[in-house]
């Protein structure tokens, strides 16, 4: 039987519908949670996920702002007029949470501009601070890729309490994260969980083991349906570009896993695109709100 395909975007909707209701109700206390984006150079995947941020914001009466910095020059000079930008938000009272889209132009250093990030207004989570208090069990913004993962289970009946759950991907935006939210007694969490990643050896023998399998190395196809246990949950993160020539654009977007034959295995799947990266967006969206009503007293 295939695998039942999860429905993100439902997902999504239901959480930008709590928060659309959230916002409405603080802006009566005179207060629009706002969200700052700061994007340089012009790399396309970028310009489309913040473009669809921006969308988000609007429907859920959130005020966002773009500020783009041009990614041609000596990476200094980028480097400057970013950090000049972080810290004009960190000071405007206004700004409820920050961003810094990446990927960076090659040779300008995000851990440095990250660390320039107010905490209370790094709505991803990624300042030093942050991801600390994530660790510790005490987090003050769940990292939204991560987040949005968790609710997929959660929202779809495939609560990991108890579960055994594999992750290929050990990056600091999701799989190190995500490991450690999991693994923390609490609710929506409380799984035993196995961190892998592509230098994993025997990486098959580990994904058969999951009960549900989080696949975010961001190699396309890296999960095939012979590395999936029958009857697991596969949540596929990643997304990669292939060439494809029979496609108008000559791509086509990918996941890490192989989906039409993972999905003969699998009881439920992500798909890609219109999976995991809807969530993204939604739990971000659910940060700056946090960071409205923790720092501007509502």
Same mark, same amino acid.
């Given at each position: 039987?295939?695998?039942?395909?999860?429905?993100? #975007?439902?997902?999504?909707?239901?959480? #930008?519908?709590?928060?659309?209701?959230?916002?409405?109700?603080?802006?009566?206390? $005179?207060?629009?949670?706002?969200?700052?984006?700061?994007?340089?150079?012009?790399?396309?995947?970028?310009? !489309?996920?913040?473009?669809?941020?921006?969308?988000?914001?609007?429907?859920?009466?959130? !005020?966002?702002?773009?500020?783009?910095?041009?990614?041609?020059?000596?990476?200094?000079?980028?480097?400057?007029?970013?950090?000049?930008?972080?810290?004009?938000?960190?000071?405007?009272?206004?700004?409820?949470?920050m961003i810094l889209?990446?990927?960076?132009?090659?040779?300008v250093y995000e851990?440095?501009?990250?660390?320039?990030?107010?905490?209370?207004?790094?709505?991803?989570?990624?300042?030093?601070?942050?991801?600390?208090?994530?660790?510790?069990? !005490?987090?003050?913004?769940?990292?939204?890729?991560?987040?949005?993962?968790?609710?997929?289970?959660?929202?779809?009946?495939?609560?990991?309490?108890?579960?055994?759950?594999?992750?290929?991907?050990?990056?600091?935006?999701? $799989?190190?994260?995500?490991?450690?939210?999991?693994?923390?007694?609490?609710? $929506?969490?409380?799984?035993?969980?196995?961190?892998?990643?592509?230098?994993?050896?025997?990486?098959?023998?580990?994904?058969?083991?999951?009960?549900?399998?989080?696949?975010?190395?961001?190699?396309?196809?890296?999960?095939?349906?012979?590395?999936?246990?029958?009857?697991?949950?596969?949540?596929?993160?990643?997304?990669?570009?292939?060439?494809?020539?029979?496609?108008?654009? $000559?791509?086509?977007?990918?996941?890490?896993?192989?989906?039409?034959?993972?999905?003969?295995?699998?009881?439920?799947?992500?798909?890609?695109?219109?999976?995991?990266?809807?969530?993204?967006?939604?739990?971000?969206?659910?940060?700056?709100?946090?960071a409205a009503r923790?720092?501007?007293?509502?």
């Amino acid at each position: 039987m295939a695998a039942e395909i999860i429905d993100c #975007k439902a997902i999504a909707a239901t959480i #930008k519908g709590e928060l659309t209701k959230q916002v409405a109700a603080i802006a009566e206390e $005179g207060l629009t949670p706002r969200l700052a984006v700061i994007v340089a150079g012009d790399d396309a995947a970028s310009a !489309a996920y913040v473009r669809g941020k921006q969308r988000d914001s609007a429907e859920t009466g959130i !005020a966002s702002d773009l500020w783009q910095v041009p990614g041609e020059g000596e990476p200094a000079a980028i480097e400057a007029a970013i950090r000049a930008h972080i810290e004009r938000l960190n000071a405007d009272p206004a700004v409820d949470g920050m961003i810094l889209q990446l990927p960076l132009p090659e040779d300008v250093y995000e851990d440095t501009l990250i660390e320039t990030i107010d905490p209370r207004k790094d709505v991803d989570g990624l300042h030093p601070e942050n991801a600390g208090l994530l660790v510790q069990g !005490a987090a003050r913004y769940l990292p939204a890729t991560p987040h949005g993962v968790q609710q997929i289970l959660v929202r779809s009946g495939n609560d990991p309490g108890g579960k055994h759950v594999v992750i290929v991907g050990r990056s600091r935006l999701v $799989g190190l994260p995500l490991a450690n939210m999991l693994v923390q007694k609490r609710a $929506g969490a409380n799984a035993t969980v196995t961190l892998c990643h592509t230098s994993t050896p025997d990486l098959a023998g580990y994904t058969r083991a999951a009960d549900i399998l989080v696949a975010a190395a961001g190699v396309p196809g890296l999960i095939t349906a012979d590395m999936v246990r029958p009857g697991a949950v596969v949540i596929d993160v990643g997304i990669s570009r292939v060439d494809d020539p029979s496609r108008k654009r $000559g791509y086509r977007l990918a996941g890490d896993v192989d989906f039409e034959a993972v999905a003969q295995v699998a009881r439920a799947i992500t798909p890609v695109p219109g999976g995991v990266g809807l969530m993204t967006r939604a739990m971000l969206l659910t940060n700056v709100v946090r960071a409205a009503r923790q720092f501007r007293g509502r």
